[in-house]
């Protein structure tokens, strides 16, 4: 009898298969992306997908959702009576479409992929240990596919695969040795405090975004800092910047001030060695030091009192003093380290700050407005004091604030502007000064942090200088500040074409890398790094000095530009496929640029022990190599290791194995002179960084290549084996960073014959 009968005639539906049903484990959102879920509430990943909110747990046992199969009918619903000859016909429409595609992609000239009957296409690596010749014949040549290489590893495989494929398009998706997390999140921890604090904002461009491009991807780009909280969990003490007790108002803040013999020496050695950078009128300064003084000496019969803006300048000129010019002091007076004085100047900051909330004076003659051009005229002292210490965010924010002051008073009209009352010569050239400090110390920092600038050119009209004195006499620094303005606004340029939040195509990359070569071809020939003997000759030996710091000043900014440009191009995420031509052309030129960047600043590292006779060779500017130098140069040595992972050229893997060791002997060397200040501190991470990485991700290409390996110890780098390509045939000076690639580049012919004479770091 049947089921129908058994029933009394009644259809039973088919019993379905009962499933166990089982507590949940993960939270509802993780439960539906089948993803891990860690038990926290909010989980770390639905945290990490910006959806904590909805972050819940179910208390209802459920049971895991069916498998997604299609039912029995839908193949009689589609008409199908031969399963095999559907499947057939499927396999021809993905072959035609896929035909279609690479015919599309050749067309737009974006990476193809290679059509093979293998599910292996060209754009993946053999990474299996054993090797499947149908499957490789596709991307190997017949003599690459030799017995030897049946028992080849898969880190040879890659390497293999790597150099003969060197002419095929990059990939540029997740690279083939990626970084592991516990790395990543070990040497982007060591970048962002280079930088600034956790949780601050670093743009598109920097070393950071070219670290996370070495990884999986898996870990978030951007930590944000908490703001939901009232209570923050307990910080350990921390070493303070300085010790100086804090003063409440200028009574307290004055006797900070040492003996006019300390402060003679210091602001003497500072309009020697450092003033070339902000160009302080020295005449006027000694003038206002000198009212200071016999102010103070006659305290009691004087009714004044000293402007807290005028504090500000000195203490930022003491602070940021030579260090020979402390030694110096110490032998016949005691006085205060740098740090001490940078603090007193950042105390008469504050009380300039409390003066604006203190109630408006009804007289003409008193005013907390009194002083602030000479508060915008210390800002960018304090600013590079702070980033050659590593506070390069504290920086920026300092920079903003004093441009909102700077407009406050009107220093964003021109001097000259017929509405403004009478005003004395000197007014007029501290008011033109302290402006544009502020615009180079705006776009520098904002270049560094790829965050927004804050002046732009219709918000001011602020002449240049006249490139001559009132006698008729060549006014040097007021020549060289026109030129680096020229420069600034190239980098104003980049950051509102190519560092905001619409992420550009390649195009546009490369049409702002040519208006800053263009600008290099434009320079004056004294500007120049290949120079002419004769156009030094009417110089004496200071106005030599201060053109060999502008030049090196402008070069480092102007290479600063350049490689921020393609490493933004090359590591950036979240834009439009770019055609294969463009990213390679984009790859090559970050190569290059990091390559001379690493070069321009080891030679100049170099010429504090070495000088140079060639007065086209870089010089040590001063302090300010410690913020411009060194992390230009720990930055192009992150980029450089970055990509050349992503596109392994072997003619350019010598080279750049060279350029990464004379890097970090430098970052060894600075880090030992500098290893009981904070000037140091960028150093000493850079050290770290870059040998985690290297260690991690240079060696699986560079020692199958039999390349040198920099030692494990950091501390065991000798400096005496800093890089000298003269040693090799076809390769240019250290000494001329800017020598064309042909020149630099180790021929892949005599590649292997040279590995023998590189210096062993193994």
């Given at each position: 009898?049947?089921?129908e009968?058994?029933?009394?005639g009644k259809?039973?539906?088919?019993r379905?298969?009962?499933?166990r ?6 939270c509802v959102?993780c439960t539906k992306?089948r993803?891990?879920c860690d ?6 990943l639905?945290?990490?997908r910006?959806?904590?909110?909805l972050?819940r747990w179910e208390?209802v046992p459920?049971?895991?959702p069916?498998p997604?199969?299609?039912p029995p009918?839908?193949l009689?619903?589609?008409n199908?009576t031969?399963p095999?000859a559907l499947v057939?016909?499927?396999?021809q429409r993905?072959?035609?479409?896929e035909?279609e595609?690479?015919q599309?992609?050749?067309r ?13 296409t060209q754009?993946?690596?053999?990474f299996?240990?054993?090797t499947?010749?149908g499957?490789t014949?596709s991307?190997l040549s017949e003599?690459q596919?030799?017995e030897?290489s049946q028992?080849?590893s ?8 790597a150099?003969?494929n060197l002419d095929?398009e ?5 690279p083939?040795?990626p ?5 990543y ?6 970048a962002q405090?280079?930088l600034?604090?956790?949780?601050e904002?670093?743009?598109?461009g920097?070393?950071i975004c070219?670290?996370h491009?070495m990884t999986a991807k ?5 930590l944000y800092a908490?703001s939901?909280d009232a209570?923050?969990e307990y910080?350990?003490?921390?070493q303070r ?8 108002n ?5 006797p900070?001030?040492?003996s006019m013999?300390v402060?003679e020496t210091?602001?003497?050695?500072f309009?020697?060695?450092v003033n070339w950078?902000?160009?302080i009128?020295?005449?006027?300064f ?5 009212q200071?003084?016999m102010?103070l000496?006659h305290r009691q019969a004087?009714?004044?009192q ?6 500000m300048?000195l203490f930022?000129?003491?602070?940021s003093a030579?260090e020979?010019a402390?030694e110096?002091?110490?032998?016949y007076s ?9 603090m007193?100047?950042m105390?008469a900051r504050?009380m300039?700050?409390?003066?604006y909330?203190?109630a408006?004076s ?7 407005a009194?002083?602030t051009v000479?508060?915008?005229?210390a ?7 702070l980033?050659?210490?590593?506070r ?12 909102r ?5 009107g220093?964003?009209r ?5 509405l403004w009352?009478?005003?004395?010569a ?7 000064r302290?402006?544009?400090g502020?615009f ?6 904002s270049t560094?942090l790829?965050?927004p600038?804050v002046?732009?050119?219709?918000i001011?009209?602020?002449a240049l200088?006249s490139p001559h ?5 060549r ?5 060289g ?6 420069l600034?606004?190239l980098l104003?340029?980049a ?5 905001t939040t ?14 800053f070569?263009?600008?290099e071809?434009?320079l004056p ?5 290949k120079?002419?003997a ?13 053109l060999a710091?502008?030049?090196?000043t402008l070069h480092?900014?102007?290479?600063i530009?350049?490689l ?8 950036g995420?979240?834009?439009a ?5 463009h990213?390679?052309?984009?790859m090559?030129e ?8 690493i070069?321009f600043?080891t030679?100049?590292?170099?010429s504090?022990s070495r000088p140079s006779?060639?007065?086209?060779a870089?010089?040590y500017?001063?302090n300010?190599?410690l913020?411009?130098?060194c992390?230009?140069l720990?930055?192009a ?5 970055t990509?050349m992972?992503q596109l ?5 893997v ?6 990464i060791e004379?890097a970090?002997?430098?970052f060894?060397?600075?880090a030992r002179?500098e290893h009981?200040?904070k000037?140091g ?6 050290l770290?960084?870059?040998i985690?990485?290297r ?5 699986k290409i ?11 110890e950091?501390?065991?780098l000798d400096?005496?084996i800093?890089m ?6 076809g ?8 020598v ?8 892949s012919?005599r590649?292997r014959?040279?590995?023998?004479h590189?210096?062993s770091?193994?």
């Open positions: 009898m049947d089921s009968s058994s029933q009394g259809c039973v539906p088919p379905e298969k009962k499933t049903r089982r507590l949940r484990l993960s959102e992306r993803q891990k038990r926290k509430h909010p989980c770390s639905c945290v990490t910006g959806v904590a909110h972050c208390t459920l049971a895991r069916a997604a199969r299609p009918s839908a009689k619903e589609l199908v031969d095999g057939s016909e499927l396999r993905i072959a035609a479409l035909n595609l690479e599309a992609r050749e737009c000239g974006s990476p193809g992929i290679a059509h093979s009957t293998s599910s292996r754009s993946t690596p053999p299996s240990g054993v499947d010749v499957t014949c991307t003599p596919l030799s030897r028992h080849q898969p880190a040879q495989h890659f390497a293999e695969y150099l003969a095929d990059p990939q540029l998706g997740t083939p040795f970084l592991d997390e516990d790395a999140e070990a040497t982007s921890t060591l405090l280079s600034a604090h956790h949780g904002f670093i743009g598109r920097s070393l070219a670290l491009s898996t870990t978030p780009r951007f908490k939901t209570m923050s910080r350990e003490s921390v910047f300085s010790n100086m007790p804090f003063s409440v200028i009574e307290e803040l004055v900070n001030l040492p013999l402060v210091l602001t003497s050695a309009f020697a060695d950078r902000y160009g009128p020295e005449d006027w000694r003038g206002a030091r000198t200071m003084w102010s000496q004087s009714a004044s000293v402007n807290a803006n005028w504090l300048l930022a000129i003491l602070a030579p020979s402390y110096e002091v110490k032998r005691p006085t205060r380290c740098s740090d001490d004085y940078f007193c100047a105390m504050r300039v700050e409390d003066d909330l203190d408006p009804a007289s003409f003659l008193v005013s907390a009194d002083g000479l508060g915008c005229l800002t960018p002292l304090l600013c590079d004091y980033a050659e210490r590593g390069i965010s504290e920086a920026w924010k300092m920079v903003g604030h004093a441009i002051n700077a407009v406050a008073v220093l964003h021109d001097p000259e502007w017929k009352q009478m005003m004395s000197d007014e007029k050239l501290l008011r033109r302290a402006w544009w502020l180079t110390s705006d776009k520098t920092y560094v790829s965050r600038q002046l732009r050119r219709e001011y009209d602020v200088y004195n009132p006698d008729g006499s006014n040097l620094f007021n020549v500040q026109n030129v680096t303005v020229s600034m606004e104003g340029e950051l509102e074409k190519c560092f619409d992420f550009p195509g390649c195009s546009v990359f490369f049409e702002m890398d040519r208006k070569q263009e600008w071809e434009r020939s004294e500007y120049q790094l120079l002419d004769p156009i030094l000759q009417e110089c004496d030996s200071n106005e030599m000095k201060v710091c502008q030049r090196y480092s900014w102007y290479l530009g350049r921020k440009l393609f490493i933004a191009s090359a590591t995420q979240g834009r496929p770019q055609s294969a031509a990213m390679r052309r984009t090559e970050c190569i290059n640029l990091s390559i001379q960047v070069r600043q030679a100049a590292y170099e504090l006779d060639d007065l086209s870089p010089v500017p001063g300010c190599w913020f411009e130098g992390f230009s720990f930055e040595s992150v980029a450089l290791i990509v992972s392994p050229c072997k003619e350019k010598a080279e750049s194995n060279l350029a004379s970090l002997v430098v060894n060397e600075v002179r009981s200040l000037t501190e960028t150093a000493t991470k850079a770290e960084v870059l985690t990485i260690e991690q991700h240079w060696p560079s020692k199958l290549l039999q390349l040198p390996t920099v030692k494990d950091p501390d065991l400096p005496s800093l000298d390509l003269d040693r090799f045939e390769s240019g000076s250290i000494s001329n960073p800017f064309s690639t042909s020149q630099f580049m180790l021929s012919e590649e014959d040279d590995v023998a590189l210096p770091f193994s």
